[in-house]
């Protein structure tokens, strides 16, 4: 299941289940689009791949118990801010390549 972390790892903004901020790469690593945008250039700092939206889990039970009642959202915050300098030099040879050709 998708860990709905509570924060943008970076610059620590908080990302509550229903942001329409937050952004995710494929290991679930989570960003706020600010910080996607102008400090990452959609290259994840842990493993290179781009970004997608957040899906937003919902908050009623409207099948199955699967909801924000029953799964909630991660409350530990995963705040690992990245050097921009050493991003840029990380980014450089992968954020011209499609994320869906890295
Ligand atoms: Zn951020
Ligand atoms: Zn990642």
Not at 30 to 55: D, Q
Request: glycine residues 4%; charged residues 25%.
């Amino acid at each position: 299941m998708l860990e709905l972390r509570p924060t943008c790892e970076h610059c620590n903004k908080r990302l509550p289940p229903n942001s329409s901020e937050a952004c995710i790469c494929s290991y679930e690593c989570t960003f706020c689009i600010t910080c996607v945008e102008t400090v990452l250039a959609n290259v994840c700092p842990n493993c290179g791949g781009g970004f997608v939206p957040r899906p937003v889990r919902p908050a009623t039970n409207w099948r199955g118990d699967n909801f924000l009642g029953k799964n909630p959202a991660s409350t530990t915050p995963k705040h690992r801010p990245v050097d921009s300098a050493a991003h840029a030099r990380f980014a450089a040879k992968i954020k011209d390549i499609p994320p869906r050709e890295r």
